[in-house]
């Protein structure tokens, strides 16, 4: 579990653009299901974009949040809920009910690799007809895990950026890790060093797989930082979420190939 339904992302800083929309829309997946998502663009595009992978909860407010704060830095943001075949299209009429994971895990169950690269291609093909010329990922607890496994060449993004995504199998099912030969595009991987769900040797692991395979990547460990540290009301780890905030703007940056002046 990740963020409850009050939860916001943390404050960045001064935005570069405005925002010449954000609202929810409704796409269609390569597999003919509605999929909701949350769109946000700026006024003066970078010509980057970026696929915001919720947690395990789906598409909320923070996720909005979210896509609004990076197209203040210029980037095209599209969010994606994962519900809309067993829960129905409008996710914010579920509130806080999915906080209770009784009412959450018959939905989480009924998710499938298939549905989740269905989802995540309509997204890709909707803000790849809008303008950006290089698309990122980037996801958090179970979206960081989907945002991992979004740097197979299949996908054909420029990056990927995971918070806190667990690489390892989970149940039998192959993660990242498993999956790493199939991995190509870039990684920026940020995890909480007192994260007891994704343990050291866990993360080394999956290092030591994109390694092998031949996957750039980076990791960056916060020491006493918990799981979902990048969060407004997680005050003590403040500075632990602006560095990741920063690193994951340079990061896309970087891989989009844009300078200061964009």
Known sequence: MCYDAAALPPVPGPAVTQVAEAGPLTLTATDGALVGAYLARPERPSG???????????????????TIRLAEQGHTALAIDYF???????????????????????????LTPAS????????????????????????????????????????GLAGAVGFYGFPDAINGAPGPTQLA???TAPILALWGGADEAIPPATV???????????????????PGAPHGFFELAARDFADAAADAWRRTLDFVGTHAGLTSET
């Open 48 to 66: 980057a974009a970026v696929l915001v992978l919720p947690d395990n909860k789906g598409l909320s407010v923070f996720y909005e949040t979210l």
């Open 84 to 110: 809309a075949r067993t829960a129905g299209i409008d996710y914010r009429s579920r509130g806080a009910e999915f906080d209770d994971m009784a009412v959450l895990m018959p939905h989480l169950v009924r």
């Open 116 to 155: 989740l690269d269905a989802d995540i291609n309509a997204a890709a093909e909707h803000v790849r007809s809008i303008e950006a010329r290089s698309l990122f990922s980037l996801g958090f607890c179970f979206g960081g895990r989907q945002a991992f496994r979004s740097a197979a060449a299949r996908f």
């Open 181 to 183: 030969a199939d991995l």
């Open 204 to 222: 080394d692991a999956f290092a030591e797989a994109l390694t092998t395979a031949g996957c750039p990547h980076e990791f960056v460990t916060y």
